[in-house]
C-alpha cells in the first residue's frame, strides 16, 4: 500500500482491493505445526547424532552393505510379485461380481490391520516345515521356506501387497468405463481391453500402488522377524539389523537408519519424478 | 403411438431393430429400420432413452426383448467385439495414451490385422479426414472438430456395417459447430451402410440425418423426413423444437374445431376456438403455424386474416430480432412481430389483443 495522505480513500492497490481470504484459525494451525514437528523432528535427531567422522568406514562394512542389499531385492522382487498377483486381483474385485465378493475384498484388507508379528506367525503355520501346506512343500518338492530369503519375499508380501490391491482397486474404480467400451465396440476382447486400454488408464494408479507396496516391504519387521528369521547375510534386512545394532551400538544404529532414510527418499524422488511426467 | 410413415420399402434394410429395455422406471419400446446409406437420426428430450436405443444397438446394454438385424443378419446375440459396429461416443473417448494414428489402427489390429497394415489402414482413413498432419498427435493436442474425425475414423477403421454416432456435436462448442457438422455431413454421406445419430439438437437432426425418429418417454411418437418433421410436428415437444404453434383438433372440411386444451381462457366467446386451414381433412388433425405467421391487432381486423381470436397476454420476451408474446386464451399461442409492433401496440401482460392468422399459413394434417 501507498502510504500517501490523500484524504478521499481512492482504489488502493494491492491486499485492500481483493477479498481476504481469512488468516487461519489458530485452534488448527497450532495442533497442524505440533504435527509437523512431532514427523519432522526425529529426522532431524538422526542426522544430528550421526557419527559423522566415521561415516565413509561404517556405511562400507559389509554387514551394512549386505543387509542394505537384501532389503534392497527382497522389496523389490515383493513388489513384482505382488504387482502380478495384486493387479489382476484388484481389477477381479472392482470390474466383476462374484458371490461372496466383498467378503473377500474385506480378507484382502486384513494384513493391513492385524500386527504383523501375528501375520508371521501365520505364515510360519502354514508355510512352515511342518505348516498346512509347508510339510507338503518340504516332503514333495524338498523345499523349506522358513528362514530363507525367500521367506523373507513371502513374509513382506504378506504386509504390502494389500496395499497395492487397495491403490490399483481405487484406480480402476475410478477410471471412466467407457473407453473399456469404446474398446469393445472395436472388436477387442476383455483381455485386450485390459492389457491395451484399462492398464494405461490407471498406470499412475499401479504406480502409487508399486511404491506404497515397495516402500512398506522394505520397512517390514515383525513378519520377518518371525517367518524368516534373523540371520545376518540371508534374512537380516536393514530394519532388523538397525534393531539389533541398537542393542549393542547405537552409533552404528544410526548410521544404518541414515542409510535407509536416503535410499527411500532417493527411491521415491525419482519414482515421483517418473510418474508425474508421464 | 404414432403411425409410421413412410418406412422404407425396400426388401431388405440395412438395419431393422426392435429395442425393448425394461429397467424398471424406465421402459424403452422402438422400432428402427433404415435402408443402406441412410442417416437416420434419433431426436428427443433427455432422459427420452435415445441414448440407451443406441447403447442397446451397439449390445453395450442387453436387450429385453426384440432383435436387431443388420443387412439381413440376426446380430441380437452378438457379443459387443463381434457386431459389425463402428461407434462414436459422445466425448469421443479417444485413447489418451495412443497416438491418433494409433487409436484408428486399434480396430483393426483387435481384428487380426498386422501392425503395419492396421497402421496402413489408419493412415489412409485419416489422410482422407484430412487429418495427415496429426497421425502423431495425442488425443489431447487435437481440436473438438479434429477429436470428431479421430473418432468417426476409428470407428470406420473396423469396416463396420452399422455406424452409431452418440451425440457428436455436443463436446463442441458454438462457434465450430457449423463448419464440423457441414463436414460430418459430408463424410457420413460415403458411408453406404446404415448410420443412426444421437442427438437432442434439432438442427443436427435436420442438417445431418435422411430420417428423424423422435423418441419421448421410452417410445418413437414421430418418424419422417427432417422437412416433414419440421413442418408437421405431431406432439408439443416436436412443435417446441421446430418452433410451431401446434393445436390438436377435429376437422370437417377447412375448419378444425380444437379440443379444449386448460379449459380455455379468458376471452373466448365460450365455445371451443377454430382454426380454418387451407387443407380440406375429416377427422382427428393437427394443426400447426409459425408464431411469425400470427399478427397481432389492437381492434378486431377487417379483411384478410380468416382466424381471428381475441386473447390476453401472458409474457414477452426477445427472441432473435423479434419479440415473442405468449397469448392465453383459446387457443394459448406464442406470437413474434417486431419490436416497433410491440411499441406501436404498447403490450403489457394482461393486457387483451386480437390476433390474426391467414388460413395460407396454417398446416392441418391427420391427428
Known amino acids: 500500500m501507498t502510504p500517501e495522505h490523500t484524504p478521499v480513500p481512492a482504489p488502493r492497490r494491492g491486499r485492500a482491493l481483493r477479498a481476504r481470504p481469512g488468516r487461519p484459525p489458530w485452534i488448527l494451525v497450532l495442533?497442524?505445526?505440533?504435527g509437523a514437528a512431532f514427523l519432522v523432528l526425529p529426522l532431524a535427531g538422526l542426522l544430528v547424532r550421526a557419527p559423522w567422522s566415521t561415516m565413509g568406514s561404517r556405511v562400507t562394512e559389509p554387514e551394512v552393505l549386505a543387509a542394505l542389499w537384501l532389503s534392497l531385492s527382497t522389496a523389490t522382487a515383493a513388489t513384482l510379485l505382488s504387482l502380478l498377483?495384486?493387479?489382476?486381483?484388484?481389477?477381479?474385485?472392482?470390474?466383476?461380481?462374484?458371490?461372496?465378493?466383498?467378503?473377500?475384498?474385506?480378507?484382502?484388507?486384513v494384513p493391513l490391520v492385524i500386527p504383523p508379528v501375528v501375520g508371521g506367525v501365520a505364515l510360519l503355520l502354514v508355510l512352515g516345515r511342518n505348516g498346512l501346506l509347508g510339510r507338503y512343500l518340504d516332503a514333495w518338492f524338498g523345499v523349506t521356506l522358513p528362514f530363507t530369503p525367500a521367506a523373507v519375499v513371502l513374509a513382506q508380501m504378506f504386509v504390502a501387497m494389500p496395499f497395492l490391491v487397495i491403490s490399483v482397486e481405487g484406480a480402476l474404480r475410478g477410471a471412466?468405463?467407457?473407453?473399456?467400451?469404446?474398446?469393445?465396440?472395436?472388436?477387442a476382447s476383455r483381455v485386450t481391453v485390459f492389457v491395451r486400454v484399462t492398464l494405461p488408464l490407471v498406470l499412475p494408479g499401479i504406480g502409487a500402488g508399486a511404491v506404497l507396496c515397495w516402500a512398506r516391504a522394505l520397512g517390514e519387521f515383525g513378519a520377518t522377524i518371525?517367518?524368516?528369521?534373523?540371520?545376518?547375510?540371508?534374512?537380516?534386512?536393514?530394519?532388523?539389523?538397525?534393531?539389533?545394532?541398537?542393542?549393542?551400538?547405537?552409533?552404528?544404529?544410526?548410521?544404518?537408519?541414515?542409510?535407509?532414510?536416503?535410499?527411500?527418499l532417493a527411491v521415491l524422488a525419482t519414482l515421483r519424478e517418473r510418474w508425474t511426467n508421464a | 403411438m404414432a403411425p409410421t410413415d413412410e418406412l422404407p420399402a425396400a426388401p431388405e434394410p440395412a438395419l431393422d431393430a426392435r429395442l425393448c429395455l425394461d429397467r424398471g422406471d424406465f421402459n424403452l419400446d422402438v422400432e428402427l429400420r433404415a435402408r443402406p446409406g441412410e442417416i437416420l437420426a434419433l431426436l428427443g428430450p433427455n432422459g427420452a432413452g435415445k441414448s440407451s436405443a443406441l447403447r442397446a444397438l451397439a449390445g453395450l446394454v442387453p436387450l429385453t426383448d426384440g432383435h436387431v438385424r443388420v443387412d439381413g443378419r440376426d446380430e441380437t446375440a452378438t457379443p459387443v467385439e463381434r457386431r459389425p459396429i463402428g461407434m462414436v461416443f459422445q466425448d469421443y473417448l479417444l485413447f489418451p495414451h495412443m497416438s491418433a494414428l494409433d487409436n484408428v489402427a486399434f480396430g483393426p489390429r483387435c481384428q487380426g490385422l498386422s501392425r503395419p497394415r492396421a497402421r496402413e489402414r489408419a493412415a489412409g482413413l485419416l489422410a482422407?479426414?484430412?487429418?495427415?498432419?496429426h497421425v502423431?498427435?495425442?488425443?489431447?493436442?487435437?481440436?473438438?472438430?479434429q477429436a470428431q474425425r479421430v473418432a468417426l475414423a476409428r470407428a470406420l477403421a473396423v469396416r463396420p456395417r452399422l455406424l452409431l454416432l452418440d451425440e457428436p456435436m455436443a463436446a463442441l462448442d458454438a462457434s465450430t459447430r457449423i463448419d464440423v457438422r457441414a463436414r460430418l455431413r459430408h463424410l457420413l454421406e460415403e458411408f453406404d451402410g446404415a448410420t443412426v445419430l444421437v442427438t437432442h439438437d434439432p438442427l443436427d437432426a435436420m442438417v445431418l440425418a435422411d430420417r428423424v425418429a423422435v423418441i419421448e418417454s421410452g417410445r418413437t411418437v414421430q418418424q419422417g423426413p427432417p422437412a416433414e418433421v419440421a413442418r408437421r410436428p405431431r406432439t408439443a415437444y416436436v412443435a417446441r423444437l421446430v418452433g410451431l404453434n401446434l393445436f390438436r383438433g377435429t376437422a370437417e372440411g377447412t375448419t378444425v374445431t380444437l379440443e379444449a386444451a386448460g379449459n380455455g381462457g379468458p376471452g373466448g366467446s365460450g365455445g371451443p376456438a377454430r382454426v380454418e386451414a387451407h387443407e380440406a381433412h375429416h377427422g382427428p388433425a393437427l394443426v400447426a403455424f409459425p408464431p411469425r405467421a400470427v399478427a397481432l391487432y389492437p381492434r378486431r381486423p377487417h379483411?384478410?386474416?380468416?382466424?381471428?381470436?381475441?386473447?390476453?397476454?401472458?409474457?414477452?420476451?426477445?427472441?432473435?430480432?423479434?419479440?415473442?408474446?405468449?397469448?392465453?386464451?383459446?387457443?394459448s399461442l406464442a406470437a413474434d412481430i417486431s419490436p416497433a409492433a410491440l411499441a406501436e401496440l404498447g403490450l403489457t401482460r394482461g393486457d387483451e389483443v386480437w390476433a390474426g392468422v391467414k388460413a395460407a399459413e396454417v398446416?392441418?394434417?391427420p391427428g
Open chain 1, 176 to 187: 471412466d468405463r467407457r473407453y473399456e467400451e469404446a474398446a469393445a465396440t472395436l472388436g
Open chain 2, 128 to 133: 482422407h479426414m484430412g487429418l495427415s498432419e
Open chain 1, 85 to 109: 498377483l495384486g493387479v489382476p486381483l484388484a481389477w477381479l474385485l472392482a470390474r466383476t461380481d462374484f458371490p461372496g465378493r466383498r467378503l473377500v475384498r474385506a480378507l484382502v484388507t
Open chain 2, 136 to 145: 502423431r498427435s495425442r488425443p489431447r493436442g487435437l481440436s473438438g472438430g
Open chain 2, 363 to 365: 398446416e392441418c394434417y
Open chain 1, 31 to 34: 495442533p497442524a505445526l505440533a
Open chain 1, 226 to 264: 518371525t517367518f524368516a528369521g534373523n540371520f545376518p547375510g540371508t534374512t537380516q534386512t536393514m530394519p532388523l539389523a538397525v534393531y539389533v545394532a541398537m542393542q549393542h551400538d547405537p552409533e552404528a544404529a544410526i548410521v544404518l537408519s541414515l542409510v535407509l532414510l536416503l535410499v527411500c
Open chain 2, 303 to 331: 379483411g384478410s386474416p380468416r382466424n381471428v381470436w381475441r386473447l390476453r397476454v401472458e409474457g414477452i420476451e426477445r427472441f432473435g430480432d423479434q419479440v415473442r408474446v405468449h397469448l392465453a386464451g383459446r387457443p
